[in-house]
């Protein structure tokens, strides 16, 4: 089975600082990519997603992730942090063994700090 | 938003009883999801299925079963409901293997005492 690490359960910044958020997945065979977050009492919105085209993505509320399949990467970045940027963000990696399954990484509480 | 309705929203039940969740979408999407979120567990997945009756098991599948009759409904039931199956349930969509992402429900809150 696929399996998705997300290094730090808990990552604290400084409002204007630089976020970066951890993700490695297992897969041999290149996956489709995602990120998540998600706000207290809400379901998942997508942050961003790779499917094979450019390496480089960008996404909503600026966040932008690189895939590099050297190091089965795709961590997620944003150049200046904001308070709103507070939540809990999820890697999720479609592929691998099985395409029909999503497999999610345990998830890594942001906190901005003012 | 992803037209995904998920029922009930808050649930408290007790050990030993049968409780079914459903989930409702109105996208016509080929996939449907069950997860479940506990703390430092992520998301996991329970069943899932892939097209009308055709479903299968995820990662935690043990105590759960599912049904897909109709494209838009995709059932949870908790046959014998236990304290560990306390949790927040979340069901998602997706349209195709391709290229696509899940959408997610807003959850349900599950507690058995």
């Known amino acids: 089975a696929q399996s998705v690490t997300q290094l730090g359960s808990h990552v604290s910044v400084s409002e204007g600082a630089l976020v970066l958020l951890r993700c490695n997945y297992s897969?041999?065979?290149?996956?489709?990519l995602f990120w998540y977050v998600q706000y207290p009492n809400q379901g998942l919105q997508l942050l961003l997603k790779?499917?094979?085209?450019?390496?480089l993505v960008k996404g909503i509320n600026g966040f932008e992730a690189e895939f590099k399949k050297s190091e089965t990467s795709f961590h997620l970045t944003k150049p200046s942090a904001h308070m709103s940027d507070a939540a809990e963000y999820f890697c999720?990696?479609?592929?691998?063994?099985?395409?029909?399954?999503?497999?999610f990484g345990s998830g890594t509480k942001l906190n901005v700090k003012p | 938003d992803a037209g995904i309705t998920q029922s009930p929203r808050h649930k408290v039940t007790e050990t030993g009883t049968p409780v079914t969740l459903r989930c409702h979408q109105t996208?016509?999407?080929?996939?449907m999801y069950w997860y479940r979120q506990d703390p430092g567990h992520g998301l996991r997945l329970i069943h899932y299925?892939?097209?009308?009756?055709?479903?299968d098991k995820g990662e935690v599948s043990d105590g759960y079963s599912v049904s897909r009759s109709k494209t838009e409904d995709f059932l949870l039931t908790l046959e014998s409901a236990t304290s560990s199956q306390t949790s927040v349930y979340f069901c998602?969509?997706?349209?195709?293997?391709?290229?696509?992402?899940?959408?997610f429900g807003q959850g349900t809150r599950l507690t058995v005492v």
């Open positions: 897969s041999s065979v290149p996956p489709y």
């Open positions: 299925s892939y097209g009308v009756k055709d479903t």
């Open positions: 998602a969509i997706s349209e195709s293997v391709v290229n696509t992402e899940a959408f």
């Open positions: 996208e016509n999407h080929r996939y």
């Open positions: 999720a990696v479609r592929g691998g063994d099985n395409f029909n399954k999503f497999y």
């Open positions: 790779y499917t094979s085209a450019a390496t």
